[in-house]
Protein backbone atom coordinates (compact mmCIF):
# COMPACT_ATOMS: atom_id res chain seq x y z
CA UNK A 1 0.00 0.00 0.00
CA UNK A 2 1.22 3.56 -0.99
CA UNK A 3 0.54 5.26 2.09
CA UNK A 4 -0.32 9.05 2.46
CA UNK A 5 3.61 9.54 3.46
CA UNK A 6 5.04 8.15 0.26
CA UNK A 7 2.77 10.47 -1.84
CA UNK A 8 4.33 13.51 0.25
CA UNK A 9 7.68 11.70 0.46
CA UNK A 10 7.40 12.02 -3.42
CA UNK A 11 6.25 15.14 -3.51
CA UNK A 12 9.18 16.79 -1.49
CA UNK A 13 11.72 14.94 -3.53
CA UNK A 14 10.14 16.38 -6.55
CA UNK A 15 10.03 20.30 -5.71
CA UNK A 16 13.97 19.61 -4.12
CA UNK A 17 14.64 19.54 -7.78
CA UNK A 18 12.85 22.41 -8.56
CA UNK A 19 14.45 26.04 -9.47
CA UNK A 20 13.51 28.84 -6.65
CA UNK A 21 10.39 30.61 -7.88
CA UNK A 22 9.05 28.10 -9.86
CA UNK A 23 5.82 26.57 -10.36
CA UNK A 24 4.78 22.70 -11.50
CA UNK A 25 1.56 22.04 -12.87
CA UNK A 26 -0.12 18.52 -13.56
CA UNK A 27 -3.15 17.36 -15.58
CA UNK A 28 -5.55 14.42 -14.09
CA UNK A 29 -5.99 11.99 -17.24
CA UNK A 30 -9.41 12.99 -19.31
CA UNK A 31 -12.36 10.32 -19.27
CA UNK A 32 -12.45 8.47 -22.73
CA UNK A 33 -15.79 8.48 -24.33
CA UNK A 34 -16.18 4.52 -25.38
CA UNK A 35 -19.42 4.55 -26.57
CA UNK A 36 -22.81 7.55 -26.65
CA UNK A 37 -22.77 8.34 -22.75
CA UNK A 38 -20.70 5.53 -21.76
CA UNK A 39 -17.31 6.01 -20.58
CA UNK A 40 -13.67 3.79 -20.45
CA UNK A 41 -12.78 2.69 -16.93
CA UNK A 42 -11.59 5.45 -15.84
CA UNK A 43 -7.44 5.58 -15.10
CA UNK A 44 -5.63 8.26 -13.29
CA UNK A 45 -2.95 9.65 -15.54
CA UNK A 46 0.06 7.40 -13.97
CA UNK A 47 2.19 10.92 -13.03
CA UNK A 48 -0.52 12.54 -11.77
CA UNK A 49 -1.18 9.57 -9.14
CA UNK A 50 2.41 9.32 -8.89
CA UNK A 51 2.26 12.47 -6.89
CA UNK A 52 -0.96 12.63 -5.31
CA UNK A 53 -2.60 9.34 -4.88
CA UNK A 54 -5.79 11.43 -6.52
CA UNK A 55 -8.21 8.95 -8.50
CA UNK A 56 -10.70 11.33 -10.08
CA UNK A 57 -10.94 13.07 -13.38
CA UNK A 58 -11.01 16.23 -13.69
CA UNK A 59 -8.47 17.87 -11.43
CA UNK A 60 -5.19 20.14 -11.65
CA UNK A 61 -2.36 19.44 -9.47
CA UNK A 62 -0.30 22.53 -8.78
CA UNK A 63 3.30 22.79 -6.49
CA UNK A 64 4.96 26.22 -5.81
CA UNK A 65 7.82 24.83 -3.61
CA UNK A 66 8.13 27.43 -0.69
CA UNK A 67 5.20 29.22 -0.67
CA UNK A 68 4.58 29.92 2.64
CA UNK A 69 0.55 29.39 2.51
CA UNK A 70 1.69 25.67 1.21
CA UNK A 71 3.08 24.03 -1.40
CA UNK A 72 0.55 21.23 -2.65
CA UNK A 73 -2.54 22.77 -4.03
CA UNK A 74 -5.35 20.82 -5.77
CA UNK A 75 -8.29 21.76 -8.33
CA UNK A 76 -10.72 19.26 -8.21
CA UNK A 77 -14.68 18.56 -8.65
CA UNK A 78 -16.99 20.02 -5.71
CA UNK A 79 -18.87 17.40 -4.07
CA UNK A 80 -22.42 17.92 -5.59
CA UNK A 81 -25.39 15.49 -4.26
CA UNK A 82 -27.14 15.19 -7.01
CA UNK A 83 -23.93 14.28 -9.36
CA UNK A 84 -22.94 11.73 -6.96
CA UNK A 85 -26.39 10.24 -6.76
CA UNK A 86 -25.55 9.22 -10.48
CA UNK A 87 -22.05 8.86 -11.00
CA UNK A 88 -20.49 8.29 -7.86
CA UNK A 89 -18.54 9.80 -4.96
CA UNK A 90 -16.36 12.99 -4.97
CA UNK A 91 -13.75 14.10 -2.31
CA UNK A 92 -14.42 17.61 -2.66
CA UNK A 93 -11.85 20.23 -2.11
CA UNK A 94 -12.53 19.36 1.72
CA UNK A 95 -11.77 15.84 1.01
CA UNK A 96 -8.67 16.84 -1.18
CA UNK A 97 -7.12 19.04 2.24
CA UNK A 98 -8.43 16.11 4.20
CA UNK A 99 -8.15 12.99 2.68
CA UNK A 100 -5.38 13.61 -0.13
CA UNK A 101 -3.16 16.44 2.40
CA UNK A 102 -3.45 19.31 0.18
CA UNK A 103 -2.65 22.25 1.84
CA UNK A 104 -5.13 24.50 -0.51
CA UNK A 105 -8.19 23.04 -2.33
CA UNK A 106 -10.26 24.89 -4.88
CA UNK A 107 -13.27 23.89 -7.44
CA UNK A 108 -12.22 23.00 -10.94
CA UNK A 109 -14.68 25.27 -12.01
CA UNK A 110 -12.91 28.27 -9.89
CA UNK A 111 -9.15 27.38 -11.61
CA UNK A 112 -9.84 30.38 -14.20
CA UNK A 113 -9.86 33.17 -11.21
CA UNK A 114 -7.25 31.08 -9.27
CA UNK A 115 -4.18 29.79 -11.29
CA UNK A 116 -3.27 33.06 -12.96
CA UNK A 117 -2.70 34.54 -9.79
CA UNK A 118 -0.65 31.76 -8.55
CA UNK A 119 1.46 31.85 -11.77
CA UNK A 120 2.41 35.18 -11.82
CA UNK A 121 5.50 36.50 -10.84
CA UNK A 122 7.43 32.81 -11.21
CA UNK A 123 10.08 32.74 -13.32
CA UNK A 124 9.89 29.67 -14.35
CA UNK A 125 6.23 26.96 -15.20
CA UNK A 126 7.21 23.22 -15.22
CA UNK A 127 5.15 21.88 -17.34
CA UNK A 128 4.92 18.57 -19.95
CA UNK A 129 3.51 20.77 -23.24
CA UNK A 130 1.90 18.71 -25.41
CA UNK A 131 0.19 16.16 -23.80
CA UNK A 132 -3.11 17.78 -23.39
CA UNK A 133 -3.73 20.32 -26.30
CA UNK A 134 -6.97 21.24 -24.50
CA UNK A 135 -5.18 22.64 -21.19
CA UNK A 136 -2.19 23.50 -22.95
CA UNK A 137 -4.41 26.52 -24.85
CA UNK A 138 -5.76 27.26 -20.81
CA UNK A 139 -2.17 27.56 -19.40
CA UNK A 140 -1.00 29.69 -22.10
CA UNK A 141 -4.10 32.02 -22.29
CA UNK A 142 -3.74 32.81 -18.49
CA UNK A 143 -0.01 33.95 -19.27
CA UNK A 144 -1.73 35.77 -22.11
CA UNK A 145 -4.04 37.60 -19.50
CA UNK A 146 -0.86 38.17 -16.96
CA UNK A 147 1.40 39.31 -19.95
CA UNK A 148 -1.53 41.75 -21.21
CA UNK A 149 -1.55 43.46 -17.51
CA UNK A 150 2.31 44.09 -17.67
CA UNK A 151 2.24 47.71 -17.57
CA UNK A 152 0.21 47.59 -14.33
CA UNK A 153 2.89 45.79 -12.71
CA UNK A 154 1.84 41.97 -13.79
CA UNK A 155 5.41 39.69 -14.08
CA UNK A 156 4.51 36.43 -16.03
CA UNK A 157 6.87 33.37 -15.94
CA UNK A 158 9.07 33.91 -19.22
CA UNK A 159 10.20 30.02 -18.67
CA UNK A 160 8.30 26.22 -19.84
CA UNK A 161 10.53 23.51 -18.70
CA UNK A 162 9.19 20.02 -19.24
CA UNK A 163 8.24 18.26 -15.88
CA UNK A 164 8.58 14.59 -17.26
CA UNK A 165 12.23 14.10 -17.56
CA UNK A 166 12.32 15.02 -13.31
CA UNK A 167 9.69 12.84 -12.56
CA UNK A 168 10.23 10.08 -15.19
CA UNK A 169 13.67 9.86 -13.73
CA UNK A 170 11.91 9.53 -10.14
CA UNK A 171 9.69 6.88 -11.44
CA UNK A 172 12.20 4.70 -12.42
CA UNK A 173 13.65 4.08 -9.50
CA UNK A 174 11.28 2.37 -7.49
CA UNK A 175 11.34 2.31 -3.24
CA UNK A 176 10.49 -0.83 -0.86
CA UNK A 177 7.12 -0.39 -1.01
CA UNK A 178 6.92 0.21 -5.03
CA UNK A 179 8.15 -3.11 -5.16
CA UNK A 180 6.23 -4.38 -2.76
CA UNK A 181 3.21 -3.73 -4.79
CA UNK A 182 5.00 -4.96 -7.67
CA UNK A 183 5.86 -8.23 -6.01
CA UNK A 184 1.88 -8.73 -5.56
CA UNK A 185 0.82 -8.07 -8.69
CA UNK A 186 3.58 -9.89 -10.25
CA UNK A 187 2.05 -12.97 -8.10
CA UNK A 188 -1.37 -12.34 -8.61
CA UNK A 189 -0.09 -12.31 -11.92
CA UNK A 190 1.23 -15.74 -11.98
CA UNK A 191 -1.31 -17.08 -10.61
CA UNK A 192 -3.87 -16.28 -12.92
CA UNK A 193 -1.80 -17.60 -16.01
CA UNK A 194 -1.18 -20.72 -13.88
CA UNK A 195 -5.42 -21.07 -13.58
CA UNK A 196 -5.52 -20.05 -17.50
CA UNK A 197 -2.67 -23.26 -17.80
CA UNK A 198 -5.08 -25.71 -16.19
CA UNK A 199 -8.17 -24.56 -17.83
CA UNK A 200 -6.71 -24.69 -21.56
CA UNK A 201 -8.08 -27.64 -23.59
CA UNK A 202 -9.11 -27.90 -27.29
CA UNK A 203 -12.60 -26.33 -28.23
CA UNK A 204 -12.24 -23.08 -25.96
CA UNK A 205 -12.14 -19.79 -27.57
CA UNK A 206 -9.08 -17.32 -26.59
CA UNK A 207 -11.42 -15.23 -25.37
CA UNK A 208 -12.94 -17.63 -22.82
CA UNK A 209 -8.85 -18.32 -21.87
CA UNK A 210 -8.58 -14.34 -21.48
CA UNK A 211 -11.89 -14.67 -18.82
CA UNK A 212 -9.95 -17.26 -17.08
CA UNK A 213 -7.23 -14.47 -16.49
CA UNK A 214 -9.06 -11.70 -16.08
CA UNK A 215 -11.56 -13.17 -13.23
CA UNK A 216 -7.92 -14.20 -11.14
CA UNK A 217 -6.85 -10.83 -11.40
CA UNK A 218 -9.81 -9.82 -9.96
CA UNK A 219 -10.60 -12.24 -7.47
CA UNK A 220 -7.72 -11.38 -6.03
CA UNK A 221 -7.87 -7.54 -5.80
CA UNK A 222 -6.07 -6.32 -9.14
CA UNK A 223 -9.39 -4.78 -10.57
CA UNK A 224 -8.62 -4.47 -14.04
CA UNK A 225 -5.56 -5.35 -16.69
CA UNK A 226 -2.34 -3.50 -17.10
CA UNK A 227 -3.11 -3.64 -20.34
CA UNK A 228 -5.05 -5.55 -23.27
CA UNK A 229 -4.85 -9.34 -22.49
CA UNK A 230 -3.30 -10.79 -25.92
CA UNK A 231 -4.45 -14.85 -26.05
CA UNK A 232 -2.75 -15.83 -29.67
CA UNK A 233 -3.46 -19.76 -30.35
CA UNK A 234 -1.21 -21.35 -33.53
CA UNK A 235 -0.26 -18.77 -35.40
CA UNK A 236 -1.72 -15.53 -33.91
CA UNK A 237 0.81 -16.17 -31.42
CA UNK A 238 2.76 -14.33 -34.48
CA UNK A 239 0.80 -11.08 -34.35
CA UNK A 240 2.99 -9.69 -31.49
CA UNK A 241 -0.40 -7.63 -29.78
CA UNK A 242 -2.95 -9.52 -30.60
CA UNK A 243 -6.00 -8.61 -28.86
CA UNK A 244 -8.95 -9.96 -30.47
CA UNK A 245 -8.84 -13.07 -28.58
CA UNK A 246 -11.66 -14.24 -31.12
CA UNK A 247 -10.46 -17.72 -31.92
CA UNK A 248 -10.92 -21.36 -31.01
CA UNK A 249 -8.03 -23.34 -29.62
CA UNK A 250 -6.74 -26.00 -31.82
CA UNK A 251 -5.56 -29.61 -30.85
CA UNK A 252 -1.74 -29.64 -31.61
CA UNK A 253 -1.42 -25.98 -31.25
CA UNK A 254 0.47 -23.60 -28.47
CA UNK A 255 -1.14 -20.71 -27.32
CA UNK A 256 0.66 -17.65 -26.26
CA UNK A 257 -0.77 -16.03 -23.21
CA UNK A 258 0.59 -12.29 -22.74
CA UNK A 259 -1.50 -10.79 -20.24
CA UNK A 260 -0.61 -8.81 -16.42
CA UNK A 261 -2.76 -6.94 -13.55
CA UNK A 262 -2.82 -3.86 -12.74
CA UNK A 263 -2.69 -3.69 -8.90
CA UNK A 264 -2.53 0.13 -7.40
CA UNK A 265 -1.71 1.52 -10.55
CA UNK A 266 1.45 -0.46 -10.68
CA UNK A 267 1.88 -3.37 -13.67
CA UNK A 268 3.03 -6.98 -14.13
CA UNK A 269 3.40 -8.52 -17.41
CA UNK A 270 3.97 -12.02 -18.01
CA UNK A 271 4.30 -14.10 -21.21
CA UNK A 272 3.59 -17.47 -21.34
CA UNK A 273 3.32 -19.73 -24.12
CA UNK A 274 1.91 -23.67 -23.57
CA UNK A 275 0.16 -26.25 -25.90
CA UNK A 276 -3.58 -26.27 -25.59
CA UNK A 277 -3.37 -29.95 -25.58
CA UNK A 278 -0.82 -30.15 -22.37
CA UNK A 279 2.06 -31.87 -24.38
CA UNK A 280 4.71 -29.99 -27.24
CA UNK A 281 5.18 -31.76 -30.03
CA UNK A 282 8.76 -32.15 -31.03
CA UNK A 283 9.29 -28.92 -33.27
CA UNK A 284 7.16 -26.73 -30.75
CA UNK A 285 9.55 -27.94 -27.94
CA UNK A 286 12.66 -27.51 -29.67
CA UNK A 287 11.77 -23.76 -30.49
CA UNK A 288 10.39 -23.16 -26.61
CA UNK A 289 13.79 -24.50 -25.46
CA UNK A 290 15.92 -21.92 -27.89
CA UNK A 291 13.57 -18.92 -26.13
CA UNK A 292 13.94 -20.68 -22.78
CA UNK A 293 17.81 -20.28 -22.61
CA UNK A 294 17.63 -16.57 -23.59
CA UNK A 295 15.29 -15.71 -21.73
CA UNK A 296 16.75 -17.03 -18.69
CA UNK A 297 20.55 -16.11 -19.85
CA UNK A 298 18.78 -12.57 -20.07
CA UNK A 299 17.52 -12.45 -16.37
CA UNK A 300 20.73 -13.35 -15.21
CA UNK A 301 22.60 -10.82 -17.18
CA UNK A 302 20.11 -7.89 -15.63
CA UNK A 303 22.53 -6.88 -13.26
CA UNK A 304 23.48 -4.40 -11.63
CA UNK A 305 26.45 -2.58 -13.34
CA UNK A 306 25.37 -4.40 -16.82
CA UNK A 307 23.93 -1.74 -19.47
CA UNK A 308 20.91 -1.76 -20.50
CA UNK A 309 21.14 -3.63 -23.44
CA UNK A 310 23.00 -6.73 -22.22
CA UNK A 311 20.08 -8.57 -21.58
CA UNK A 312 18.88 -7.93 -25.35
CA UNK A 313 22.17 -8.60 -26.85
CA UNK A 314 22.65 -12.08 -24.83
CA UNK A 315 18.85 -13.09 -26.51
CA UNK A 316 20.48 -11.83 -29.92
CA UNK A 317 23.01 -14.44 -29.22
CA UNK A 318 20.98 -17.27 -27.91
CA UNK A 319 18.68 -17.16 -30.56
CA UNK A 320 20.16 -17.00 -33.65
CA UNK A 321 22.60 -19.82 -32.46
CA UNK A 322 19.58 -21.69 -31.54
CA UNK A 323 17.70 -21.16 -35.06
CA UNK A 324 21.40 -21.98 -37.00
CA UNK A 325 21.38 -25.28 -34.75
CA UNK A 326 17.78 -26.03 -35.99
CA UNK A 327 18.40 -25.26 -39.21
CA UNK A 328 15.93 -21.98 -39.70
CA UNK A 329 19.00 -19.87 -40.48
CA UNK A 330 21.91 -20.67 -42.90
CA UNK A 331 25.45 -19.31 -41.90
CA UNK A 332 27.86 -18.13 -39.52
CA UNK A 333 25.98 -16.91 -36.29
CA UNK A 334 28.31 -13.87 -35.89
CA UNK A 335 27.62 -12.64 -39.71
CA UNK A 336 24.24 -13.49 -38.89
CA UNK A 337 23.61 -11.10 -36.23
CA UNK A 338 25.71 -8.55 -37.77
CA UNK A 339 23.30 -8.39 -40.58
CA UNK A 340 20.34 -8.92 -38.58
CA UNK A 341 19.29 -12.25 -39.54
CA UNK A 342 17.66 -12.81 -36.53
CA UNK A 343 15.08 -10.35 -36.96
CA UNK A 344 12.69 -12.35 -39.39
CA UNK A 345 12.02 -14.44 -36.26
CA UNK A 346 12.73 -11.99 -33.28
CA UNK A 347 11.76 -8.84 -34.23
CA UNK A 348 10.98 -6.86 -30.76
CA UNK A 349 13.45 -6.07 -28.03
CA UNK A 350 13.94 -8.33 -24.93
CA UNK A 351 12.21 -5.56 -22.53
CA UNK A 352 11.00 -2.85 -21.56
CA UNK A 353 10.99 -0.41 -18.05
CA UNK A 354 8.27 -1.64 -15.77
CA UNK A 355 5.93 0.42 -13.44
CA UNK A 356 2.84 2.46 -12.93
CA UNK A 357 2.87 2.30 -16.54
CA UNK A 358 3.37 -1.14 -18.49
CA UNK A 359 5.98 0.10 -20.76
CA UNK A 360 7.11 2.32 -18.13
CA UNK A 361 9.22 5.87 -18.12
CA UNK A 362 12.62 6.35 -18.18
CA UNK A 363 15.28 6.90 -20.41
CA UNK A 364 17.00 4.15 -22.30
CA UNK A 365 20.19 5.78 -23.16
CA UNK A 366 22.36 8.91 -21.31
CA UNK A 367 24.31 10.93 -23.27
CA UNK A 368 24.16 8.32 -26.07
CA UNK A 369 25.06 5.64 -24.35
CA UNK A 370 22.57 2.54 -23.07
CA UNK A 371 22.72 3.08 -19.30
CA UNK A 372 23.71 0.95 -16.74
CA UNK A 373 21.38 -0.92 -14.82
CA UNK A 374 20.81 -0.01 -10.57
CA UNK A 375 19.40 -1.58 -7.79
CA UNK A 376 15.84 -0.21 -8.02
CA UNK A 377 15.00 -0.31 -11.79
CA UNK A 378 12.01 -3.01 -12.81
CA UNK A 379 12.75 -4.36 -16.53
CA UNK A 380 11.10 -7.37 -18.36
CA UNK A 381 12.49 -9.72 -20.23
CA UNK A 382 10.95 -11.03 -23.03
CA UNK A 383 12.90 -12.83 -26.12
CA UNK A 384 10.51 -14.50 -28.43
CA UNK A 385 10.88 -16.46 -31.65
CA UNK A 386 8.05 -16.67 -34.29
CA UNK A 387 7.86 -18.31 -37.14
CA UNK A 388 5.08 -16.49 -40.08
CA UNK A 389 3.02 -19.11 -41.42
CA UNK A 390 4.02 -18.01 -44.94
CA UNK A 391 7.55 -18.44 -44.50
CA UNK A 392 8.57 -20.64 -47.34
CA UNK A 393 12.32 -20.52 -46.31
CA UNK A 394 11.36 -23.02 -43.89
CA UNK A 395 10.94 -26.21 -43.18
CA UNK A 396 7.12 -26.63 -42.83
CA UNK A 397 6.83 -27.73 -39.57
CA UNK A 398 7.90 -24.67 -37.92
CA UNK A 399 5.53 -22.32 -39.89
CA UNK A 400 2.97 -20.69 -37.64
CA UNK A 401 4.98 -20.98 -34.11
CA UNK A 402 5.21 -18.13 -31.95
CA UNK A 403 6.32 -18.37 -28.61
CA UNK A 404 7.76 -15.92 -26.24
CA UNK A 405 8.54 -16.02 -22.96
CA UNK A 406 8.07 -13.06 -20.15
CA UNK A 407 8.99 -12.35 -16.91
CA UNK A 408 9.40 -8.79 -15.06
CA UNK A 409 12.76 -8.63 -13.03
CA UNK A 410 13.80 -5.91 -10.44
CA UNK A 411 17.18 -5.31 -10.25
CA UNK A 412 19.01 -5.49 -6.61
CA UNK A 413 22.15 -5.18 -5.29
CA UNK A 414 21.96 -9.57 -4.98
CA UNK A 415 20.98 -10.04 -8.67
CA UNK A 416 17.92 -10.26 -10.19
CA UNK A 417 14.98 -10.85 -8.47
CA UNK A 418 12.40 -12.07 -10.49
CA UNK A 419 8.85 -11.32 -9.51
CA UNK A 420 7.41 -13.16 -11.80
CA UNK A 421 8.51 -16.73 -10.57
CA UNK A 422 4.92 -18.46 -9.53
CA UNK A 423 3.97 -19.93 -12.86
CA UNK A 424 6.07 -22.17 -14.13
CA UNK A 425 8.36 -22.19 -17.85
CA UNK A 426 10.01 -25.07 -18.23
CA UNK A 427 8.33 -27.75 -20.52
CA UNK A 428 8.67 -30.26 -17.77
CA UNK A 429 6.82 -28.12 -15.12
CA UNK A 430 4.29 -27.01 -17.36
CA UNK A 431 2.96 -30.37 -18.72
CA UNK A 432 3.25 -31.71 -14.87
CA UNK A 433 1.13 -28.55 -14.19
CA UNK A 434 -1.38 -29.33 -17.16
CA UNK A 435 -1.67 -32.40 -16.33
CA UNK A 436 -3.12 -31.82 -13.23
N1 LIG B 1 2.37 -6.68 -23.03
C1 LIG B 1 3.13 -5.79 -23.80
C2 LIG B 1 4.54 -6.12 -23.73
O1 LIG B 1 4.89 -7.20 -23.34
O2 LIG B 1 5.38 -5.32 -24.01
MN1 LIG C 1 3.85 -8.57 -22.19
MN1 LIG D 1 6.38 -6.59 -21.91
Not at 114 to 122: A, C, D, F, M
Not at 156 to 166: G, I, N, Q, R, T
Not at 334 to 347: G, H, K, P, V
Request: charged fraction near 25%.
Amino acid sequence: MITAQEFARRRRDLMATLTKNSIAILTAAPEQVRSRDTYFPYRQDSNFFYLTGFHEPEAVLVLIPKRPQGQFILFCRERDRSREIWDGRRAGPEGARELYGADDAFPIDDIDEILPGLLEGRDRVYYALGRNRTFDTRLLDWIDGIRARARSGAVPPDEFVDLDHLLHEARLFKTATELKVMRKAGAISARAHCRAMRAARPGLYEYQLQAEIEHAFASEGARHPAYGSIVGGGANACVLHYVENSAPLQDGDLVLIDAGCELEHYAADITRTFPVNGKFSAPQQALYEVVLAAQMAAIEAARAGNHWDEPHRVTVKIITQGLVDLGLLKGNVEDLIARNAYTDFYMHRAGHWLGMDVHDVGDYKVDNAWRLLEPGMVMTVEPGIYVAPDNRKVAKKWRGIGIRIEDDVAITRKGPEVLTAGVPKTVADIERLMAL
